[in-house]
């Protein structure tokens, strides 16, 4: 099992990448050990993913709005998770050929640690104001949790191709417009291919 000590090792060096400090390799361990066990994140992401999902179709329902997901928690659920799993796999492959193309390879370590701790500490931030607004019903506090997620990820994310892709700042803007578009197409596909197998 994943130790406590080694997440915050993780978002320590996240950290340090997203400040641009010049020792920032020196807060993450880039071992082979350290790659293979941020792969935890997976499965460590799940609880407040599943919280972040279910809060967002009560506040979708309590917001007036209707569709055949929203009517079935299990196949909405099933259709966020879809999506952020693909788009989390399919960053990892990109950054990774990206990180190869550059003659990089020596980021690649760093790239997948910092990527997967990222999006699972995300969620995490995210999963308490929703998971609070899904049980008392007070959904003022969701749009404000989510500019903050959504500028911190921009912000780790840029500290993640800047320092570990090592991608000039034009790059790394069109890498960052790119992948959002990317993760946008992703998640109306497969709402739309779970939502008409739900209607069937």
Do not use: C, K
Not at 69 to 80: E, H, K, Q, R
Not at 139 to 152: D, H, S
Not at 158 to 180: E, K, N
């Amino acid at each position: 099992m994943i130790t406590a000590s080694e997440i915050m090792n993780a978002v320590s060096g996240i950290l340090a990448m997203a400040r641009a400090q010049d020792d920032w390799g020196r807060h993450l361990d880039q071992s082979l050990h350290a790659v293979r066990r941020s792969f935890w994140a997976f499965v460590m992401f799940l609880p407040p993913a599943i919280l972040v999902s279910e809060a967002t179709r009560r506040q979708s329902i309590y917001s007036g709005a209707t569709n055949e997901l929203l009517s079935a928690p299990i196949a909405y659920v099933s259709a966020d998770l879809l999506s952020v799993a693909v788009v989390w796999t399919a960053t990892l492959i990109i950054y990774i050929a990206i990180a190869r193309r550059l003659g990089n390879e020596g980021g690649i370590p760093a790239l997948i640690i910092a990527q997967n701790w990222a999006q699972f500490v995300l969620y995490l931030i995210l999963a308490v104001p929703l998971g609070l607004s899904a049980v008392t019903g007070m959904y003022v506090l969701n749009g404000m949790a989510f500019l903050f997620v959504i500028g911190a990820s921009f912000w780790i994310d840029w500290g993640i191709m800047r320092r570990a892709l090592r991608l000039t700042v034009p790059a790394a803007l069109a890498l960052i417009i790119g992948m959002l578009v990317f993760s946008m197409l992703i998640s109306v596909g497969v709402t739309g291919i779970v939502a008409s197998l739900v209607a069937a």
